[in-house]
C-alpha cells in the first residue's frame, strides 16, 4: 500500500489516519483523496480494527478545504471526475462499518469541515476553526456540506455558515452542535484515543449496526427508521458477542468480546 498524502497508523483496536500535505495546509487534491480511498479498504479489510480517528498533520490545520490550486483550471469533465471521486470517498468514509472520530487540529474549511461531518464524532482543540468559505469562492459545498451540515445543527445555522462563509471558532462550533467536545490542543490525540478506546472496548458488530441505523434511520420516517433499529437489534442476537455481553453481566464478570 503506497501512500504519499495520507499516513495509516494502528494502535491496538484503533487507527488513525492523518491526511498529510501540511505544506497545502492538508487540502484534498485528487491525489489525497486516492489515498484515502486505498486506507478506507484497508480498514474496511482489517476485522481487528474496531474505531478510527480522522486528523491533520502539523499544527494549523486539519483540512483546508479541497484543492483550490487543482480545482481552479479544471474543465467541466474533469471537474465531475474530481466530485465523483471527491463524492465516492466520504460516502464510504461516512458507511464505513466502524466508527470514525475527526480530531480536528485546525482549519477544518470547505472540504475539510465536510471531512469532519463525514465522520461519526467530532472532537476539536481550542485552536481549530470550521466554515463552508465556497459561495465566496464562487461554488457550493460540494462534498456534502449543504446536507450532513444541515442535517447536523439544522438548516438555519447551516445556511447561515454557507451564505456568510463566516469562519467559526471551537466555542461557537460545540455551541451550535458542530462539535461534540472541545479541548486543549496539546490533549486532543489524547482524547480522541480515549474516546476511541471506549469505543473499542463494546462490542463492535452492536457498534457498527448502531452507525447503520442510525444513518439510514436520520433519512426516512420514524416508522421506517425503528424498523431498522429492529432488525439491527434482531441481527445482535445472532452474535456471540451478545450471549457474551449478557452472560457476563449475568455471571458479575469482566466481557471479553471477539467481534463475533
Ligand atoms: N487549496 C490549496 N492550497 C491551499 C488551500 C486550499 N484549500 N488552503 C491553503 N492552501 C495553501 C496556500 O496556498 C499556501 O500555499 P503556499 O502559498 O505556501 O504555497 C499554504 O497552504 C498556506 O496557506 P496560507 O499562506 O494561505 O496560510 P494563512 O495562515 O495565511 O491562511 C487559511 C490560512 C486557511 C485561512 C487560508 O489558507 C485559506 O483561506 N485557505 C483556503 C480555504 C478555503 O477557501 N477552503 C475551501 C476550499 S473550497 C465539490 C467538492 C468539494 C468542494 C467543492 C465542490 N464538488 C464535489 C462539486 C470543496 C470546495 C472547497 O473546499
Known sequence: MELN???LEKEGKVAIVTINRPKALNALNSATL??????IDELEKDDDIYAVIVTGSG???FVAGADITEMKDLSTIEARKFSSLGNKVFRRLENLEKPVIAAVNGFALGGGCELSLS???RI??????FGQPET????????????????????????ELIYTCKIVKADEALRVGLVNKVVEPEKLMEEAKAMATAIAANAPIAVKLSKVAINRGIQCDIDTAVMYEAEAFGECFSTEDQTEGMTAFVEKRDKSFKNK
Request: a positive charge; hydrophobic letters at 40%.
Open 136 to 159: 465566496g469562492l464562487g461554488i457550493t459545498p460540494g462534498f456534502g456540506g449543504t446536507q450532513r451540515l444541515a442535517r447536523l445543527v439544522g438548516t438555519g445555522v447551516a445556511k
Open 59 to 61: 499544527e494549523k490545520a
Open 124 to 129: 476539536a482543540s481550542e485552536k481549530a476553526k
Open 119 to 121: 465522520c461519526d464524532i
Open 5 to 7: 498524502n495520507v499516513i
Open 34 to 39: 486516492k489515498d484515502l480511498d486505498v486506507v
